[in-house]
């Protein structure tokens, strides 16, 4: 397994970019790279790697991200017994 994905759309994450300050925060908490920078300002590159953990709308102080937490605790178990690993899904 090269990359951990999450069943493709059915993401919740969702970015109003109207809202962003260009701090880069997004960028640097998401654990599955989910966000870059472009023009300033931060965009969603890949969606379906984001495995819904929180981080980056508890991070963004413009609340310019949301999201319903939780689901990527399911993948996180899912991994966890693929892996033989224990399961940690950040939240
Ligand atoms: S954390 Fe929020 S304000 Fe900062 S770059 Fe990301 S979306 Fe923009
Ligand atoms: S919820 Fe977690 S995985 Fe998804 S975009 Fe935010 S920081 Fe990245």
């Not at 960028?27 to 819904?52: I, Q, S, W, Y």
Request: net charge negative; with cysteine; charged share 20%.
């Amino acid at each position: 397994m090269t990359e951990m994905r999450y069943i493709d759309d059915v993401v919740t994450l969702e970015l109003d970019v109207s809202r962003c300050n260009g701090c880069t925060q997004c960028t640097l908490v998401c654990p599955h790279g989910v966000f870059r920078m472009r023009d300033k300002r931060a965009a969603v590159v890949d969606r379906n790697r984001c495995m819904e953990c929180g981080a980056c709308s508890r991070n963004c102080a413009q609340g310019a991200i949301s999201l319903e937490p939780g689901v990527g605790c399911a993948a996180a178990i899912i991994n966890g017994w693929l892996t033989g690993s224990e399961p940690s899904c950040d939240c």
